[in-house]
């Protein structure tokens, strides 16, 4: 699972980074270093990331990126030490801008990647700030997938297979959500329901999609467990 939730995240940052771009007139701080990040210029971007903390344009989002950029890179201490300077802008930026679901949804992910690995047990932060972005938006796909994930990881996988089944009521075919669902009722011992998902996936989804390929490595390692 955890393969899949990265690249499934990293899709996830590209669509909402991926803004129109403006002329450098135009742009404010945080748009030149988003262009400059989109154009694989991290060391420029980190830059002017730097630049919108100290003058104060989009504090938040300006740590958030930061983060990102350093985790891509492997710098694993200094995103520590950014994520925890990013949360701190965060909740400040939230007591005055609490409907923003979208900055909700990136606190809990700063919180789940601290915890993931295995620097803090943030989990249950993680869980807050995500179930806060579900609140104000309830039928986001998205978030309900990553929170999903949180409930999972916090081994409580009786939420996190009501949070999966709630976006295949929605939509059957998202495989990415039954793909999370199969694994979590694999985990809860649950074989049978999990051979069901797992053919469905086959069945149903594209063969290029990653969900294909897993699905059926997972059916046959549940089928040789049954030899």
């Known amino acids: 699972m955890q393969k899949f939730l990265l690249c ?22 945080f748009d030149q270093a ?65 409907e923003d679901h979208n900055a909700w949804w990136e606190l809990g992910y700063i919180h789940s990647i601290r915890s993931n690995y295995n620097y803090s047990n943030e989990w249950k932060e993680a869980q807050e700030a995500l179930e806060k972005a579900v609140e104000l938006t309830p039928y986001n796909s998205f978030y309900l997938l990553y929170l999903g994930w949180i409930y999972y990881k916090k081994g409580d996988n009786e939420k996190a297979e009501g949070t999966f089944k709630k976006i295949l009521d929605k939509n059957p075919e998202d495989f990415q959500a039954r793909y999370f669902l199969a694994d979590t009722l694999i985990d809860a011992g649950k074989q049978e329901e999990a051979k069901q998902e797992l053919t469905y996936i086959l069945e149903k989804c594209p063969k290029e999609n990653v969900a294909y390929s897993w699905a059926q490595e997972k059916r046959k390692e549940l089928e040789g467990d049954n030899k």
Request: charged share 35%; glycine share 6%.
């Open 34 to 98: 988003m262009e400059a990040r989109g154009k694989g210029e991290n060391e420029k971007a980190l830059k002017i990331l730097e630049q919108c903390v100290e003058e104060g344009v989009e504090v938040h989002r300006a740590y958030f990126e930061m983060g990102e950029i350093l985790l891509e890179e492997g710098k694993y201490r200094r995103a520590i030490s950014v994520s925890e300077k990013a949360i701190k802008a965060y909740e400040e930026y939230l007591k005055v801008h609490p």
């Open 8 to 29: 499934l995240m990293i899709f996830m940052l590209v669509i909402s980074s991926g803004e129109k771009w403006l002329t450098a007139k135009e742009q404010n701080l």
